[in-house]
């Protein structure tokens, strides 16, 4: 009668569809008064002969009965989950709470580009005042009043007779006058001309100039520098080329660019191009000398005369341009939301 | 410059094809802008002569009789200004009946009674060039009649050639045809040279002395202010339209031609880069020039463009030999057709001539000038009288100075050859010109600069094909520059050249290797100071904006910001005539670009302008529901909201915190009265936070409140130092405060912190309330203070803190409010 109830038992446990049920059916069987534990209980009243083979008996029936429990009660709990679980269903494509998202200005995120590069070459990066006054911004850069070269850089001159700097090139006799060589430095700011605006054309954009100074400083090392910067903006098949060009603060001085490979080349057949982006140029002994008197004005000692040294400016408006295909200058600084939102993130 | 490639190839016979020029001309330093191919007239536009010019009566049309050659004789009606004085045998382009140009068709009509066979064309009217003053008139003889004209003047390539200022010696065609030869190695065919030779010519020059000064500058000796100067007489000119050639010539470069006396100088001018004047000859009164400044002060030149000038102290002037004799500029400038001219102005030097002297219809004798002037004395004048000639252009860059003689010869020659003039006598040539020095450079220290290996007998080589005298042995050369590089002074300048020769392109790309002077160490912390406050604020939901530095003294009042203590000279427009004082205006007009009622929450880093200095600011605003509803409920703004972004703000830049409530006279005027705080960073004031006043608001056509924030970059920093977290668990108490509603939360707070002692980890407001149970004009704040000790603490070791918190309340006249 044992084995009926395992039968017995099994099949009921098959049967329960509900937690409650299965309890049921373990109380009847093996519960504390049920068949089975009944019979477990009766043992004692078998011949000790007997009590040991139908022991074992009954107990095989017992694990066989609990297992089967086990087994129908963790599919019974993990079917009663998943009914929890479907009834808890989001539409998880409906867009969440609307947080704000922010993000960095076009010219900024280039300027964090260029300036990741120089800084993992060892370069500091600073900053400088926009309000100059003549020598810095002109005289001391080996341009004089009478210089023609004047007249590429048309000026905001204020009634104090101070000027809003027309090149961060200033910043090279700042930053030379109060430290010592050898140095590295790259520049950021705003620049300003006298300039109708056009597509191409901003009374106000930005520059990054780049000054090393030391001792056998080269030209080759300005156009390896150069180089590097471009790898480091247009990935590793970017090269570059340099052609002679004039800064009144270098000598030699040259304009380079940058071969920028179409990814799309073999489609558009257009294979790439070269990319104007900037001047540069050893430093010119003049500018050295300047700041030499500069300092010794202010009794330190003059250290720049007979050292070397290499100058580079760009602009990341145009690398910008480039870079995110903008047609007009004049997006930037209009701040319309829906042209600064091109630069973060988008969900579809 | 506009140069056409028929006239490089002239002077360079084996110059390459123009579509291979764009690297050489970019190689050599002189870019090309533009190649730009040139039309030449249609078929039927044919080289007729001028058989008779009749005035047609009661119009403003000339009649034409023309002899077209095979096409027999043709009569056309005209009314260009130039064609009542037409001689018989110049020669007109005629477009001839069936021509399209520009999409018309000419045919014969009738003007005013005359049957018109075709029309004489301008440059314009062609395509071929801007002038459409008049009607093109070559010399007599230019062709055989009803020669198409495009036979003589076939298309072109013009070349749009960038010159740098310090690149003078490029300023003509022999000036770019050289460096090209040189870079090229290919032979160069000079242009012809004058045909005369030299000896005492009739004019007297006397010339300023030299070593001058100058008010701007006194401590810079001046050179100079002429110090080389030919002159040259021609006679017996016979003025009229110059030869096709040069006509075409000039066009091609964008100048317009006159006649053949200023087409000829021009044309040298471009030929060889030596400005000339042409006087005539009966205005240069006892066969006088003098040059001289610091004459005529404040008088008034009238120049042969129409303009007038007022003369300077520090202006250099051509004079006539009646100078001593005359009394006023006026006298002199008196129309020269008067019948006494006075003697006087015959120009500004290098810049443009004057009234008096300039070559008119009847002009025959003609005095040639060609001079070296001072650079910085010409473009001096040259800015303060707004007069930018294509001569002064030169000037000011520096013309060879000793091209003057050539250059008068070569105009001499031009006039006698095409316009019939008698050269007379010699050319008289004064003053000791000084050319560049000689440079000393060492071979070694070139390759050095460069980082390039070149080896010295190339980079004698590259001098010498420059035009350089190169001497020295080994490695020192010493390099005598040609006269018309008088860009090359210091040995870098050599440097240069041999660069530029060899090529750029041969560089080769290494990396500095510097150990940075200690001076330099630290220098990137303003700037990662920067970098962290950016990246922040964005990942805390702002978009930065990068507005404008300009301002004006109405938007500083509209946003009742500081007035501007910056302004510019010279603005471009009336909104930005100065330099802003505050960024939240910037912000605000920024803001504007945001729908209405929408999200706007900006930030902007960047410097102002106040009296006190130049400043660096950090801006922020903010507009609109943190976060809008949607199908969902949103998230309100407000101050809250703006003010717990701060602190998250504060929270991840390590600061510590603190708002202070402003009231009364202390708040802006440009904020909220009752919403406006100081902002405390660190222990340090840095700025304020508040909402915008509402009027501010409306003048700037914003709707709704607007916060904003504007604090001092850089921000104070403050030590780290670490604390070990106690294991033990905290101890915590309420306490409601019941203060006047005047006390901002901020003063209870720093009591409660004040006095609690070191067991006090945090304090927060849990409950505001204002209402009947604690009276009018009262408000009761409950906080929540946590203490933790480094063990377990007891009832018996806190209460004693929460009495001593309860007494310093109840010190301040406030009171505890009971459960």
Not at chain 2, 267 to 289: K, S
Not at chain 2, 792 to 797: P, V
Request: glycine letters at 12%.
């Amino acid at each position: 009668m044992t084995e009926n109830h395992q039968e017995e038992a099994v099949a009921a446990i098959t049967q329960a569809d509900t937690l409650d049920g299965l309890q049921a059916v373990k109380t009847r069987y093996v519960g504390k008064s049920g068949l089975v534990t009944r019979e477990l209980g009766a043992l004692g009243k078998l011949p000790p002969k007997e009590r040991k083979a139908r022991g074992a008996q009954i107990n095989a029936v017992r694990q066989a009965i609990d297992a089967a429990l086990t087994e129908r009660e963790s599919t019974l709990k993990r079917t009663a989950l998943d009914a929890r679980l479907a009834s808890e269903a989001i539409d998880v494509t409906l867009p969440g709470l609307p947080l704000p998202a922010g993000g960095l200005h076009p010219i900024n995120r280039v300027y964090d580009d260029l300036t990741r590069i120089y800084e993992r070459l060892g370069y500091a990066v600073i900053e400088g005042p926009e309000v100059e006054d003549e020598h810095h911004n002109f005289e001391a850069l080996n341009v004089p009043w009478y210089h023609p070269a004047r007249d590429l850089q048309d000026t905001f001159w204020l009634e104090d007779g101070r000027l809003l700097r027309t090149h961060t090139s200033p910043m090279q006799i700042r930053y030379m006058v109060d430290h010592e060589p050898a140095l590295k430095i790259v520049v950021r700011g705003k620049v300003y001309r006298y300039e109708a605006t056009d597509a191409t054309h901003e009374a106000m954009f930005h520059q990054l100039e780049g000054l090393v100074v030391g001792d056998g400083i080269s030209m080759a090392d300005l156009k390896g520098t150069i180089a590097e910067m471009a790898r480091g903006l247009y990935g590793p098949s970017a090269k570059v080329r340099f052609q002679p060009s004039y800064y009144p603060f270098t000598e030699p001085g040259a304009d380079f660019a940058v071969w920028w490979d179409n990814p799309r080349g073999a489609v558009s057949g257009q294979p790439g191009k070269w990319l104007e982006l900037g001047g540069c140029g050893m430093v010119h002994p003049n500018v050295f000398k300047a700041v030499d008197d500069l300092r010794e004005a202010e009794g330190k000692p003059r250290v720049y005369e007979g050292k070397t040294g290499f100058a580079f400016g760009l602009g990341p408006e145009r690398i910008a341009m480039l870079k995110y295909g903008i047609p007009d200058i004049r997006y930037f600084y209009a701040n319309d939301p829906r042209v600064l939102g091109q630069f973060r993130g988008e969900l579809g | 410059m506009k140069l056409p490639y028929s006239w490089l190839q002239e002077l360079i016979p084996n110059l390459p094809p123009v579509t291979e020029l764009e690297p050489i001309f970019a190689n050599l330093g002189l870019p090309l802008e533009g190649v730009d191919e040139t039309p030449t007239p249609p078929e039927g536009v044919l080289l007729s002569a001028v058989l008779k010019a009749e005035a047609m009566e009661g119009t403003q049309l000339t009649k034409l009789t023309l002899d077209v050659g095979p096409q027999g004789e043709r009569v056309i009606a005209t009314g260009a200004p130039n064609a009542a004085g037409l001689k018989a045998g110049m020669v007109v382009a005629l477009v001839t009946p069936g021509t399209t140009l520009d999409g018309t068709e000419y045919a014969v009509r009738t003007l005013q009674g005359v049957e018109s066979w075709g029309m004489a064309a301008s440059a314009r009217e062609l395509g071929i060039g801007e002038s459409s003053s008049g009607i093109l008139v070559f010399p007599a003889g230019t062709a055989k009649p009803g020669t198409s004209m495009r036979e003589l003047w076939p298309s072109d390539h013009v070349l749009d050639i960038e010159i740098t200022p310090n690149r003078a010696d490029a300023l003509s065609a022999l000036g770019v045809a050289r460096d090209l030869a040189a870079f090229l190695k290919l032979e160069l065919k000079q242009p012809p040279a004058g045909p005369v030779p030299h000896g005492d010519g009739e004019i007297r020059i006397s010339l300023p002395p030299k070593g001058l000064t100058i008010e701007r500058d006194p401590s810079k000796k001046l050179r100079f202010g002429c110090d080389h100067f030919a002159a040259r007489t021609v006679g017996g000119v016979q003025n009229g339209p110059s030869p096709l050639w040069m006509q075409r010539r000039l066009s091609l470069c964008g100048l317009r031609s006159i006649d053949l006396i200023v087409d000829t100088s021009n044309y040298v001018m471009m030929e060889l880069g030596q400005p000339t004047a042409l006087y005539d000859r009966r205005d240069v009164t006892d066969n006088q020039i003098l040059v001289a400044f610091g004459l005529r002060q404040g008088e008034e030149v009238a120049d042969l463009m129409g303009g007038t000038n007022t003369v300077g102290p520090e202006d250099l002037l051509i004079l006539d030999g009646r100078e001593r004799g005359i009394s006023t500029v006026a006298e002199a400038f008196a129309d020269a057709g008067q019948a006494q001219p006075g003697a006087g102005v015959l120009g500004i030097a290098g810049i443009m001539g004057g009234n008096h002297g300039r070559v008119r219809g009847d002009t025959t004798d003609v005095v040639i000038e060609s001079a070296h002037f001072d650079a910085v004395l010409l473009r001096r004048t040259s800015t303060r009288l707004g007069l930018k000639t294509d001569a002064v252009y030169r000037y000011e860059r520096g013309v060879d100075p000793l091209l003057s003689p050539r250059a008068a010869d070569r105009v001499a020659g031009l006039l006698a050859e095409y316009g019939g003039g008698q050269i007379e006598a010699g050319a008289t040539v004064v003053g000791e010109p000084e050319i560049p020095g000689e440079i000393t450079a060492s071979s070694d220290a070139i390759r050095a600069l460069l980082g390039m290996d070149i080896d010295t007998a190339e980079m004698r080589a590259i001098l010498v094909r420059l035009g350089c005298e190169v001497t020295g042995d080994g490695d020192t050369l010493k390099v005598l520059p040609p006269s018309w590089r008088i860009d090359m002074n210091i040995w870098q300048d050599v440097a240069e050249e041999v660069a530029r020769l060899h090529g750029y392109a041969e560089l080769p790309e290494t990396l500095p290797t510097l150990q940075i002077h200690d001076s330099n160490i630290g220098a990137s912390a303003g700037n990662d100071d920067r970098q962290n406050l950016r990246r922040t604020l964005a990942g805390l939901g702002f978009q930065e904006v990068v507005t404008y530095t300009f301002s004006s003294d109405e938007e500083a009042g509209r946003a009742r910001a500081e007035a501007p203590g910056v302004r510019l000279r010279n603005p471009l427009t009336t909104d930005r005539t100065a330099l802003r004082t505050a960024l939240y205006p910037s912000l605000l007009r920024s803001a504007l670009a945001y729908p209405k009622g929408e999200r706007a929450l900006l930030f902007e880093l960047g410097r102002i302008f106040p009296a006190s200095g130049e400043a660096e600011r950090l801006g922020l605003l903010m507009r609109g529901p943190l976060a809008p509803n949607t199908y969902q409920g949103g998230v309100t703004g407000g101050y809250s909201v703006f003010r717990g972004l701060l602190e998250a703000l504060g929270a991840a830049q390590g600061a510590a915190l603190e708002i202070r409530q402003w009231r009364g006279e202390h708040v802006p005027s440009a904020l909220h009265l009752g919403i406006a705080g100081e902002v405390v960073w660190n222990g340090q004031s840095v700025g304020w936070i508040g909402a915008v006043h509402p009027e501010i608001a409306q003048e700037f056509g914003l709707k709704g409140e607007t916060f904003i924030l504007e604090i001092a970059v850089p921000l104070p920093g403050r030590a780290w130092a670490f604390r070990d977290p106690s294991r033990a668990p905290a101890a915590w108490r309420d306490l409601a405060v019941i203060a006047p509603q005047d006390v901002g939360y901020g003063e209870i707070a720093t009591l409660l912190k004040a006095e609690a002692g070191e067991w006090l980890e945090s304090v927060e407001p849990f409950d505001v309330y204002t209402g009947e149970q604690i009276g009018a004009g009262q408000r009761s704040v409950a906080v929540r203070l946590v203490f933790r000790g480094a063990k377990t603490l007891t009832d018996a070791e806190v209460d004693p803190v929460m009495d001593r918190l309860m007494g310093a309340v109840r010190a301040q006249g406030w009171s505890i409010r009971e459960k």
